[in-house]
């Protein structure tokens, strides 16, 4: 068999850094399987053309699908027969108690289906973390990816193990959680992991390195560190990602705390990545993760124009990305409700001698408590839906961004009408109706932001709850006022 006509297994295709493997895998003309639980996930990716027909054989520069489970060893040991060279890009972001014990197991079980098999070589793709640190001490995610590269170590066959920080690139989870922690902030004060050291590296030149191991000499059984030129904390990448797209300075005060979880959270309310996805990703910079040694371009020479600055990484990330997207809804939604709290505010007058001959409940708050409670919540309605309506919009739920927006713009048509209604009008029946379609339109808008994230509809709640609140209490005074209008 030819060297062109080498025969890969890719597993983890559907992921972000496995596709870009596989496409890369087949420009150079290899033959390429892929094990995956669904062809037709597979046929639906933006390189699916290359796939040939279930029931044939790939040629070169052309995929064929083994449909399966990585966790499965007849599925394993079927998609392994005959290849070459296979490359191990699963790793799950699953929080189940014995979470790391199961990635173990399924590389093990990877791993002696491979050595039945007579692969040549496996790659993997695991994590940079500190040498002087016990591996017991690392996150669970950072533990299991290093348990795993061990366990296809120890398997009998050659395996390159190679061990990066975070890749920069438009769909890794951990660049668009800095790109849009840059974004939409323009500081911070954060848990004092975030003046950790890491180093990141551009996806091309990942991928450069993933293909290229597959020459390694045969006595080749280690892990390598990859990474691109520099080391930089967290909080300085957020500053140069903003530079880099001409955002201006970020700035990022520390606290003396880790709080790896409430940081989850935040990250799930400010960011389109869910809370879930980021406790992981979170969990790999409580440590510095940093290089340590270059000796993969002793074998196989560094990308070509060389290692890949960040901000070059940043801006070839972004190239077909809207960074700008954020700005103009934060601008759009803002001056919309802005726009209410002024109508709402002109209207309003209740100093007025009608308003204080009104018999009103004994639960009626003190007049000061209005204004206050409102301007928190018109920031909250802001921020909570300008952060809905551009998520959405990052993840392409176009039809979802268009239906909250014209629900949170009903909202704020009830909401500055009622003090029309009230106010100016003086129609408490017409009002209280109003105020009840109000708290209605409220309640949908935590749901439709329950939908985007939890942390969204926990912090858009007290709205919901106010407007019922003022919904009870404009019936009341409709109640006790039956022959005002």
């Known amino acids: 068999m030819s060297d062109n006509a080498r025969l890969a297994l890719v597993t983890g295709a559907t992921g972000y850094i496995g596709g870009q493997v596989a496409q890369e895998l087949l420009r150079r003309g290899w033959r390429v399987r892929l094990l995956s639980r669904s062809a ?3 046929r639906d990716l933006p390189w699916g053309d290359a796939v040939v027909a279930k029931g044939r054989s790939a040629g070169p520069g052309q995929a064929e699908v083994v449909e399966g489970n990585a966790s499965e060893a007849a599925d394993i040991s079927r998609a392994l027969q005959d290849v070459d ?57 950072l533990r299991s990816r290093v348990e795993v590269g061990q366990a296809l170590m120890d398997s009998g066959v050659p395996t390159a193990a190679l061990q990066t920080g975070v890749v920069i690139g438009d769909e890794s989870s951990s660049f668009i959680m800095i790109r849009h922690l840059a974004e939409r902030l323009p500081g911070a004060i954060a848990p004092r992991w975030v003046r950790n050291r890491i180093q990141p590296i551009a996806v091309a030149d990942v991928v450069h390195y993933l293909v290229g191991a597959a020459d390694l000499p045969a ?5 390598f560190d990859v990474g691109g030129p520099e080391s930089i904390e967290y909080a300085d990448m957020l500053d140069q990602y903003a530079c880099a ?8 005060l520390t606290a003396p705390v880790t709080t790896p979880g409430l940081a989850a959270n935040w990250i799930g309310l400010v960011t389109p990545i869910s809370s879930k996805l980021a406790r992981p990703l979170i969990g790999s910079l409580q440590h510095d993760t940093v290089m340590h040694e270059r000796d993969l371009d002793d074998y196989i020479g560094a990308p070509e124009g060389g290692h890949t600055s960040f901000a070059d990484a940043v801006r070839a990330a972004t190239k077909d990305l809207d960074t700008n997207r ?4 934060f601008s759009a939604t803002t001056a919309a409700v802005a726009a209410t709290a002024v109508v709402g505010t002109l209207a309003s007058a209740p100093d007025t001698l009608w308003y204080k001959t009104l018999r009103k409940p004994s639960f009626q708050p003190p007049a000061w408590l209005f204004p206050v409670a ?16 551009a998520d959405l919009g990052e993840q392409g739920r176009t039809d979802e961004q268009r239906a909250y927006a014209t629900a949170l713009g009903v909202n704020l048509a ?16 017409a009002a209280a109706v109003e105020s009840v379609l109000l ?13 985007i994230s939890p942390e969204k509809a926990v912090v858009l709640s007290p709205y919901a709850g106010w407007t019922a609140f003022a919904s009870v209490l404009s019936t009341t005074l409709r109640g006790l006022n039956p022959r005002r209008k």
């Open 326 to 329: 954020w700005r103009r809804v």
């Open 85 to 141: 060279v296979a490359w191990y890009l699963l790793h799950s972001m699953g929080d189940s108690e014995n979470f790391v014990q199961e990635e173990v197991e399924m590389a093990k079980t990877f791993a002696t289906a491979a050595h039945d098999a007579h692969v040549e070589r496996i790659v993997y793709l695991g994590g940079l973390h500190p040498d002087d640190e016990p591996v017991s001490e690392l996150s669970d995610h």
């Open 245 to 252: 797209t001409g955002k201006g300075r970020r700035f990022m």
């Open 374 to 389: 409102w301007t928190a919540l018109y920031a909250d309605i802001a921020a909570i839906g300008s952060l809905s309506i």
């Open 219 to 223: 006595d080749v059984n280690r892990t």
């Open 414 to 429: 009830l909401n500055a009408g009622w003090s029309v209604l009230f106010f100016n009008r003086k129609r408490l029946g």
């Open 439 to 451: 708290a209605v339109s409220s309640a949908d808008l935590v749901r439709r932001s329950a939908k």
């Open 40 to 42: 037709e996930k597979v």
